[in-house]
């Protein structure tokens, strides 16, 4: 795990579990199957998936064992192994994306921490909590939270934690929080966030930690016009993944790479990348990103005149959010549907207004500033060409003068454009 060969390292932790098995059961052999197939969750996370059978069995598994060993009296010495199989949980809840479950295995992982008073399981605590609030719609409380585990997060007493928690704690949290902090409406500190944590990532060295990095902060530059960087980072998970022969992280990339097409004219492409993409992340259990990805796959196959696929896929993200809860797409995905509304062989005027209005309202109430910038060019592109020229500029005019950073970024540098169509 530390050069982290993971599926080398499950082989050997499989193959120690057997052996275990095989001979008389004593306290001290108990305690050390606990140990290892507490150890065997994290190697299998990468794998195989997050929420793939062979995780969340092993995941059950190491919990049935501290239960059993708890009623015998034999407690495990080491109170990180709980919070192993509970962080184990709540993974395979966020990647089959149950945001109730996640809300609560979040809340439950950072009550015990809070009564336990470690810093360890708090700095991971306040992770959960912020990963869980934010993807829920609940962005900025999800920031408060990560903005509380950097300032517990010390490099060195936590990044040895990395083979125990999926990736190294500090990482995780910094991509998470620009995310957050780009759609809360600041792109420079999002994009500062993400270099950060790529450098950090990097020089801790770690395959996993650095494919995640690689693939959030890639998300942060989609969002931010940067096509490019992008590109790169994506390429360069998809021979880090081949490398280490994790399937899952491959997996999560393709759909990505298929946002990158769809963004830039190619279409077909995004339609072969997304639907593959979206193939191999459902084999393996997992739903997370499924309203970004239905909703990039709408917009291709609308650009293709593929409309009936179009409703199909943009309905999907739409069904989906509501189902899982995975609200954080919410106004983006209606945005779009909208977009594809007027996009149509006959444009429906009035369904794109409604959605547009949606997607500004559901920003608005989320505090998603980016969200709602770009439904507000959306709705003012609409009402100018309708003749509605003077209200157009006026919905967009409050918004664009909300933000204080980000006027380099792509959605900033357009709206600017549109402000200034609309004033002449």
Not at 47 to 67: F, P
Request: hydrophobic share 45%.
């Amino acid at each position: 795990m530390a050069r982290s060969a993971v599926v080398e390292a499950a082989a050997q932790l499989y193959r120690a579990l057997d052996q275990l098995a095989a001979l008389p059961g004593t306290p001290a052999l108990r305690r050390e199957q606990i140990e290892l197939q507490v150890a065997l969750i994290t190697p299998l996370l990468h794998a195989k998936g997050y929420a793939a059978s062979e995780s969340k069995a092993a995941v059950e598994q190491a919990r049935l064992l501290i239960d059993q060993a708890e009623a015998l009296g034999e407690a495990p010495e080491d109170p990180l192994l709980l919070f192993s199989v509970l962080f184990g949980s709540w993974l395979a809840a966020l990647n089959a994306f149950d945001g109730d479950a996640v809300g609560k295995l979040a809340t439950q992982f950072l009550s015990l921490a809070e009564k336990q008073g470690a810093t360890i399981p708090l700095v991971i605590g306040h992770r959960l909590m912020g990963i869980s609030l934010a993807w829920t719609g609940d962005i900025a409380k999800g920031r408060a939270h990560y903005d509380q585990g950097v300032v517990l997060y010390d490099p060195a007493v936590h990044r040895s934690l990395a083979t125990r928690f999926g990736q190294d704690a500090g990482v995780s949290i910094l991509c998470h929080r620009s995310m957050a902090l780009w759609l809360l409406g600041y792109p420079d500190a999002a994009l500062a966030d993400a270099k950060q944590a790529l450098q950090e990532a990097r020089d801790i060295g770690q395959a996993p930690t650095l494919m995640f990095a690689l693939f959030f902060t890639s998300l942060t530059q989609i969002f931010c016009g940067n096509y490019a960087t992008a590109t790169k980072e994506h390429d360069e998970i998809i021979a880090l993944a081949d490398e280490k022969g994790s399937l899952y992280w491959k997996a999560l990339c393709t759909p990505m790479q298929g946002h990158l097409f769809a963004l830039t004219g190619k279409a077909s492409h995004a339609v072969q990348r997304i639907t593959s993409g979206i193939a191999a992340l459902r084999s393996a259990g997992t739903a997370f990103w499924m309203p970004l990805h239905s909703s990039y796959l709408g917009r291709a196959y609308a650009e293709l005149g593929q409309f009936d696929d179009a409703w199909r896929s943009i309905g999907e993200a739409i069904d989906t959010i509501e189902n899982t809860k995975e609200i954080w797409f919410e106004a983006e995905a209606n945005r779009i549907a909208g977009e594809i509304a007027l996009q149509s062989p006959k444009p429906d005027v009035t369904k794109a207004q409604e959605y547009f209005e949606r997607a500004h309202a559901v920003s608005h109430k989320q505090q998603a500033k980016s969200w709602e910038l770009r439904a507000s060019m959306s709705l003012a592109r609409l009402w100018r060409d309708r003749g509605k020229v003077q209200q157009a500029r006026e919905l967009l005019a409050l918004v664009y003068g909300w933000f204080t950073e980000g006027f380099d970024t792509r959605d900033l540098k357009d709206a600017k454009a549109l402000l200034d169509e609309l004033a002449a």
